[in-house]
């Protein structure tokens, strides 16, 4: 992601943290999936175009609010392979 997506992101979604936030929010936020199944949700959503997103959702006692959603593009093959090979 590069810094003029971010900033679309960042207005979309009405975020308040800054780039340099953003990774570590995420990352918090499915750890909070994994430690708390009850109350944090993540739905991944695929489609067959190969775009999906990932939506964070908490159960409050009341509803469900929508905490935040990353968007994914499936990559090509070669880079596929490439990210594989260097890891």
Request: net charge negative; with cysteine; aromatic share 10%.
């Amino acid at each position: 992601m590069d810094e003029a997506s971010f900033l679309w992101i960042q207005e979309q979604q009405k975020l308040t943290i800054s780039m340099e936030d953003y990774l570590p929010v995420v990352v918090r936020m499915l750890n909070a999936c994994i430690s708390s199944p009850g109350s944090h949700l993540g739905l991944f959503v695929l489609q067959r175009s190969g775009r999906a997103h990932l939506d964070f959702i908490q159960n409050t006692e009341f509803k469900f609010v929508e905490l935040l959603s990353v968007a994914f593009v499936a990559s090509d093959d070669e880079t596929v392979r490439r990210s594989i090979t260097h890891r």
